[in-house]
Structure formats: C-alpha cells, structure tokens
DNA sequence: TAGTTGTGGGTTGTATTTTGTCCCACTGTA
DNA sequence: TACAGTGGGACAAAATACAACCCACAACTA
C-alpha cells in the first residue's frame, strides 16, 4: 500500500528535484551565512539566477532573510531543515543507499550525506556535521577518544561544542603526519578539546623512525602514556585513505612507495596499508594505535568521502569492526552500490 | 512546532495550487471517465491546453490511461486520489471551513466538498459521493428512509449500491414536486431502491390540494400507510431550497408567492417555508413528512450547494436539528464563512 | 447503415517566461 | 583607502508554454 508522501510524489513528481535542490540551498545558506548570491552558486555548481530565483522565494517565505553582509538561515528556516531533513534523505535515496551499505559491509550504522565532496564544498561540512551529532549524542564522562588526522575528521571541529559530559580525553591516535599542520591529529585532538572543554594529549614524533630508534622509543614514559591511553580507548575517530595518496602526502621514501605498490597497498587507516583484500600488508614505523586496539574499543567513527577513495572503501571495510559508524557522501556511496549486485 | 507536511509547504509553496489543481482533474477523469480532453476542460473550466499538460503528467505517472474512447483513472490513480484526499481537504482548508460551520451551526457533522457547484459540473457528482458514503456507512436492517426531491438529492443514485443491510425502504417524503419526474422524490425512491436492491414507496398526489380534499386524504389507507411510514423513518435525506426558486418551481398560484413574500420566507425544505429567522411561515398543503418526525429521526442528510442557496442555509439551519449531515461546497461554505465574525 | 459526436494525437506560429550576464551602489574588512 | 563581496536592478536572448487548429478513428444514434 502506499504511503501519503509516496502517494504525493506520485501525483506531482516535478516536486522532488525541487525538493532536493531548494533543500540544499537553504542547508548551505545556514552552514555558511552569511553569504552572497554568487559565492553560493560557485559552491553548490549552480548558476547564478537559478539560485536568485529560490532564494527571492525561499526569502519571501520567510526561511531566508537578506542582509547587506548576505543571505541567513531564519528561525524558520531552521526548523523547516530540521523537520525535512528525514524526507529529503528519504526521497533521495540517501537513507536506502545507507542501508544498502550498512548490510553489505556488515556495519553498525552508515549515514549517507547529499552531494559530491569533490563538487561542492558544504559536503566536507555536512560531514562533519553528522560525525559530530553522533559522537556527542553518545559521548560519557571520561570517556577516551583517539583521533587520527585527515581533512574529513578535521571537518568535524566546527560542530564540537561543550557538552553535559566531563573529563573527555582527545588522544592524537599517532604522531605527526607531515606538513599541514592543520590537519594532524596533533593539532585536531587540541582543537577538539578547546570547542568542547575537554583534555587532550599530543605526540610528537617523526614519521619514520629507524629501528633503532623505534625500539628506544618505547620505553620512553612520554610513549608508555600514549600507548596506555590507546589501550583504553573507548572510541576511535578516523578518515580512510587511498594508499597512493596517502603515502605521497606523507613524503614516503621511494622504496616505501615501491614497497606498497608491491604489496597491493589499496587503503589506509591510523597507519594501516590494507589491500584490497582487506589485509594488512604495511605499516608506518611509528607509534601509534594498533589495530587490535581499535577493534577493541566499543566505538568507531569512520568519515571519508568522494569517488576517489572507492576502491579505499571497499579495501578497508572488509575488515573494519562491526561496531563502525561510516558516514561518507552520496557521490562515494552510489559508486559503491553500483558495483553491488544487489543494487539496480 | 511546525508538522512535516507544513514545513513542506513553507519550503515549496508552489506545490500547494499545483496539488490542488491536478488532483481535481485526476479525480474528475475517475467520476466521469472515460473522458476526453475537451469535455473534461469545459467541465472543470479551465483550457484545453492546461489540461492536456496535466493529463499528460498524470499519464506518464499511471495515475491515468489513455483509451480510444477517452482517459481512465488507473487502479494506481484511484488509490492515489483516496491516499490524498485529507491532504487536499486540509490544505485547501475545506476541513476547517467544514469545522467552522459545525460549531456555527450546531451540526453533527458538515462536509464541504471542493469546487464551485455554480461553476463546476463534477462538484454535483462529489456532493452525491458524500452523501451516498454517509448514509451507506451508517446504514442498518430495516431501516425506513424518507426522501425529498430535487438536483443536490438526485445526485446521490449513481453512489447507491448494494450494502450488507437487508430490508431498507425508501419512502418519498412528499408527492410529486411537478414537471421534472427526474428530481422527484418518488422517482428517486424509486432509483435509489433499484441501486440498492431495497424496497421503496410512492405517494402519488397533486400538490395543491383544496382544504376538503385534504381532509379527505388524510384517511385514505393508502395516506395512513404512508403517514406511519413518516412517523418510523430512521433517516431524511433532503435538499434546501430558495423559497423564490422553489415556489416558482413549483408553479405555486400569485396567491401563494404573495403569502410566502409578505411572510419573508427565504428557505424551503420538504414541503416548509422558513423566514430569515428560521420560523416555519407556510406549509404546502400536501401530504408529506411532518418537521416533528425529521426531528425525531435518528439521523438527517441535508445536501445542498450553491452561492444562491447561502440565504436558504443560514435561514434553515437555525432550526435545522442536531443530527444532520449536511454536504455543501466550497463556495457556499465560504460565503456562509466570510458573514461569519470568526472568520478572518 | 449513414451520420454525428467525442476521442487522443499531431502541428505550428506566437506569447510568455526563464535564463545568462551584466552593472550599480553599498558595506564591512584589511 | 582599497578591495572583495554583498543585494538589487536591468535587459536581450533563449527556451518554453500556449492557443488554436486539424486529423483519423471509435462509439453511439437514428
């Protein structure tokens, strides 16, 4: 039998592109407002008037308000997001694809955002937002948290706020990972902490270490902490990677790139090369996170998306613990399902 | 806080006409179908154009099929039309128009079905719809139902159907109303009991009959089976008249238009005049259902609609009883709405 | 059986709307 | 003060919707 919405969309199918696209503008204009006519069409990839002609209605509804700095999200326009969020996801196939995923890769939870990372620059804030919601929305008082670096786990920052929990402790899952400062995971762990109020612990340490050197490390009590904090961590917040890029990213010796490329190294995870079968075939030389100590820990949020981290995807979650939270874009999450058999 | 549908309708505003519209012609093709294009255009007055448009839309959407002898409303479509109904109702506000009149009233229970009866040929077609699903769901063994002439009346046959019930008699409420034998309530009793497999009773009579003549009557077998006939229906099903309308209709004699104006009668229902008070001020002199027993049965169906009638309405149902039914449209309820204080 | 009415589909020139692309005056910030 | 970004205005061009037909056909009527 079928439902009022599906009964609605029967009778006026023009509505749900409509729908989509006059919901994505709103969404956009409150992550990023105030903003202009013109920076908002270069970041949805939609033309100018089209985006005048459904802002002029959407601030005629009273959803939208212009200012001379640039357009807001009203009240309203708030709640209206809110209340549709679950029917625009519905309507777009977001929350089957979800699903989808979630039975497929054998997951606890996937959420599926609209957009294309590599299209529209919100998506990396949706994201974000969404990791937020589901960490703070089971976060408990002392509770332990490894974070690893990457773009993705940066874009969850802006969403951290002081919660009703205390005494959270941020852990850099690792040590520094190259040049950008403003993704390691040294700096996100402090960053994290300053929006919610919470401790941190960093680890400094280069990335590839000799042996030698390894080996002395670990008796280092600055290291023991670390690893003693890892083994009891009760989440892990981390991003996937392509194996190649990553290894370029992290200035890896050639003999390290060839070594990879040997191996089949297909993704990355806290310092893990996986191929595609889901093994695991290399690691950075540093001290971080084992893996056995992330399938420990009773939770896990994965955040990766676009096209190109596919094949990463699917490399990875082969073997990722059941207790994960993915949450990825709907560019990556339908080329996934493409090459699902159960998908048509 | 606002509802998902409401909040739809903030972000779309546009989907709300949109609805309107296309649900009324798919429901339109249901009521009159097979139907073409042309005729179905005149009947809902809009332009051929517009509703090749929709048709088209709706065709692709298999709500509708296209035969040689005209458009047809799918399986798919009619479960479309019931699944929508209350959402149409809703938005269009002919539920709290219906609201509105119930507590001004004092009724049991008003519908206000969309259209204009003046404008709309199909909004005839839905009054009788209505009337016929509320007198069938309520309907019960045995039951006596005592029927008045008239268009808004006659409308119901076409609904009428066998039901569970057995025994239902359908007796007319009057004698004949004069030329028109379609709208006369013993040629709808007549109708209605074919459609329902039930019995029925005529009272073949003039109407203006002399004082003695009347007396005469009144012990005639065949009046006295009728008169216990009056005083044992379960339900009335009956229309409102204009007064003016009426006593034309009826071909009354100069005389009688003369009484009924200086007496300032405006409204007419089965055989009584009523002024803008809502005081009975005439009686034709027939023989008929008395207002005692439409006030004593259990149920009463009132169906009239029109902008001509609105005086009629306000005049009748000041003294109308409680347990009346009354069906109308849209622009009726609304001119009764807008004389109303509450009304903004 | 001949005629009439109503049917869906097709066509075409014209109105109307939508769209792309500017300009402008203004404002907050560096 | 320079500048990047803002909303509002304007206008020609492109796209679309529109009205007004015609046609072959089916179903019914007389």
Chains 1, 2 share one sequence.
Not at 112 to 119: K, L, R
Not at 268 to 274: P, T
Not at 305 to 313: E, I, N, P, R, T
Not at 314 to 342: C, M, R
Request: net charge negative; with cysteine; hydrophobic share 40%.
């Amino acid at each position: 039998m079928l439902s009022v919405p599906e009964a609605q969309q029967k009778l006026l199918p023009e509505i749900s592109p409509l729908l989509q696209s006059r919901y994505r503008i709103l969404q956009t204009v409150q992550l990023m407002q105030p903003i202009g006519r013109r920076t908002l069409a270069d970041s949805l990839k939609m033309t100018e008037r089209e985006i005048r002609k459904e802002t002029d209605i959407l601030r005629e509804q009273g959803l939208l308000d212009s200012l001379k700095s640039g357009m807001v999200c009203t009240d309203d326009g708030e709640v209206v997001i809110e209340k549709l969020r679950a029917l625009v996801y519905e309507w777009s196939g977001l929350t089957q694809l979800a699903k989808l995923l979630e039975n497929h890769f054998g997951l606890q939870r996937v959420i599926v955002v609209p957009g294309d990372y590599n299209e529209d620059d919100t998506v990396l804030t949706l994201l974000g937002k969404e990791a937020a919601h589901q960490f703070i929305s089971t976060s408990f008082d002392g509770q332990i948290v490894a974070v690893t670096g990457g773009k993705s786990v940066a874009s969850i920052t802006q969403f951290l706020h002081p919660a009703d929990t205390h005494n959270i402790t941020f852990v850099a899952a690792r040590g520094g990972i190259g040049h950008e400062m403003q993704m390691q995971a040294n700096t996100l762990v402090s960053t994290f902490s300053m929006q919610m109020d919470a401790q941190y612990r960093t680890l400094f340490l280069p990335e590839h270490l000799s042996e030698q050197a390894y080996q002395a490390m670990l008796t280092e009590p600055m290291v023991t902490e670390m690893m003693d904090y890892y083994d009891r961590a009760d989440c892990v917040i981390h991003g996937i990677g392509s194996a190649e890029e990553m290894a370029v990213r992290r200035n890896s010796s050639p003999e390290d790139l060839r070594i990879l490329e040997e191996k089949g190294a297909v993704s990355e995870a806290f310092g893990y090369y996986f191929n595609a079968e889901g093994e695991i075939v290399h690691r950075i030389r540093t001290i971080g996170i084992q893996f056995e100590q992330v399938q420990r820990s009773k939770q896990v949020i994965a955040v990766a998306a676009g096209k190109q981290k596919v094949k990463a995807m699917l490399s990875y979650f082969k073997v990722a613990p059941e207790q994960t939270i993915f949450i990825t874009d709907e560019a990556a999450a339908k080329a996934i399902a493409e090459g699902l058999p159960s998908y048509k």
